[in-house]
Each structure stands twice: as structure tokens, then as C-alpha cells.
């Protein structure tokens, strides 16, 4: 009988290091973090990034692509040389859904300490009045 209670245990804890591994943020947190120099990870497709623009000085780097499928090796490639796991990251995508996967696969998978996540995403961004810069071809 104790030993139920003793995972039970173990898993609530590990659920909870897992949550407090992945921090969604506000826009205005967004603003603050960057200007502390964390580096800011845009996920979204190229055809959203041309649509909207991109939060400036933020890195533009697709992980999933149009149909949903993720391009981790790739995505990981890109971004070796901007984030590891010791450095916190911001990411952003259009509302906050994607960067929330990303964000968990980071911090469970390739054991980054602390992952940012824009709630609501670019949307929110531009809903506060924030602007954003064409994305250079």
C-alpha cells in the first residue's frame, strides 16, 4: 500500500519540475526578457512570418511545417549555434499552441532549464499595439 502512495508521489513530483520548466509569459514579460538578451525563437511557417512580420530581433526558424509535421533535426541544426540548454529561450508561434509542444520537448526531451512561451502568441503581440519587421528574404 505504501508503495502506491510513494509513486504517486514521485510522479506529482516530476509532473510538477516539468511544469515549472516551461513559463508562459505575457507580451509584456516578452519585452522585459528580451531586453535581458534571451534569445527569441519564431516557430511558425514562412508564409506566417510574411503575413505578419516577425518580433524584431527574434530568429525565425520553422518547426512545424503547413500540414503540422515537425522538422526536429532540422530545427535543432539551425539552432544549435542560438540556444543550449543552460541558456533560457523564448518561443513564439501565432497563439501559443505550438510553442507550448516545443516548449515541453525541450525541457523533457533535451533537458533545456527554462523555456518561455509566448501566451497567445504573435496575435497578442500585435494585439497590444507591438509592431513587428518584415521578415528580409
Known amino acids: ?80 549555434d542560438l540556444i543550449n540548454p543552460e541558456q533560457a529561450v523564448i518561443l513564439i508561434c501565432r497563439s501559443g499552441n505550438r510553442t507550448t509542444s516545443v516548449g515541453t520537448f525541450l525541457s523533457k526531451q533535451l533537458g533545456f532549464k527554462q523555456v518561455y512561451s509566448v501566451k497567445g502568441g504573435i496575435n497578442s503581440w500585435l494585439k497590444a499595439g507591438n509592431k513587428t519587421q518584415p521578415l528580409e528574404p
Open 1 to 80: 500500500m505504501y508503495k502506491k502512495y510513494i509513486v504517486m508521489l514521485a510522479l506529482f513530483l516530476c509532473t510538477s519540475v516539468v511544469q515549472a520548466e516551461l513559463e508562459h509569459i505575457t507580451v509584456q514579460q516578452l519585452s522585459a526578457l528580451m531586453e535581458e538578451g534571451i534569445t527569441v525563437i519564431d516557430i511558425r511557417t514562412p508564409e506566417e512570418w510574411q503575413q505578419t512580420g516577425i518580433v524584431e530581433g527574434s530568429h525565425p526558424i520553422m518547426f512545424f511545417d503547413q500540414k503540422g509535421k515537425p522538422h526536429i533535426e532540422e530545427w535543432m541544426q539551425q539552432t544549435d
